[in-house]
């Protein structure tokens, strides 16, 4: 068996069952699943549902539909198995998206995401290259699983897959996130919220007066801000 994952699209109604299962392995049980019937439904109207995998385990998985704008998608999930986390699949299976995507003539992929967890401002903004100008308030409301108890703060990354990884940054503002905002969410959630206070009003206010997040320095473990 090869060392390295297998990454493919999903290629059977049984494999998207398979992806509930790992989707509430990966965000909770309690956090309700895209279903198997809707996801084949979008993959035949050309969505991207994939997956990554050792043998016939499943321990990635992408999921990304198309928008109104032709060389636009959304991509709507990327979870990892929780014993593969922190080796890089993300990554992986983001490039394989992007591969996929500009196969397809897609040259922009949009995404919502938690701003104050450290993995995802490393894997979005500083190693893919996306931007962030739009900031949405408890976008999904209340929720359960890894996100219960705090509000559902939402940045819309977009992704240009025609532009350079790791452009250089000229940061005019900085904005600090916690280096652990899980362990915070599990043993101090006054704290977490606070902290997702704080975070909310500094990107706002960023956001307004013409700023847009350009990188993230991961020795500071900061958002850049950088004017247009």
């Not at 321990?59 to 032709?70: A, C, E, R, W, Y």
């Amino acid at each position: 068996m090869s060392d390295q994952p297998v990454l493919r699209e999903l290629d059977s109604l049984a494999e998207m069952k398979d992806a509930e299962h790992f989707q509430r392995l990966v965000w909770g049980k309690d956090d309700p699943p895209d279903n198997s019937d809707m996801l084949l439904a979008i993959q035949h109207e050309g969505g991207l549902i994939a997956g990554a995998f050792e043998a016939e385990r499943m321990i990635g998985f992408l999921f990304g539909f198309p928008t109104s704008d032709p060389k636009a998608q959304h991509s709507h999930r990327l979870g990892v198995h929780p014993d593969r986390q922190g080796r890089g699949l993300g990554l992986h299976l983001k490039r394989f998206q992007k591969d996929w995507c500009l196969a397809r003539g897609i040259e922009k992929v949009r995404w919502t995401y938690d701003p104050i967890r450290r993995a995802n401002a490393v894997l979005n903004i500083d190693r893919l290259g996306a931007t962030a100008r739009t900031y949405y308030r408890d976008y999904y409301g209340p929720m359960e699983g890894i996100n219960a108890g705090v509000p559902s703060d939402r940045l819309l990354a977009d992704w240009d897959l025609t532009r350079p990884t790791n452009p250089d940054v000229s940061a005019e503002q900085t904005v600090p996130i916690p280096a652990d905002f899980a362990r915070l969410v599990q043993d101090d959630l006054k704290t977490a919220q606070s902290e997702r206070l704080r975070v909310r009003a500094a990107l706002e206010s960023a956001f307004a007066g013409g700023l847009h997040i350009a990188g993230f320095d991961r020795a500071q473990n900061a958002y850049l801000l950088a004017r247009a």
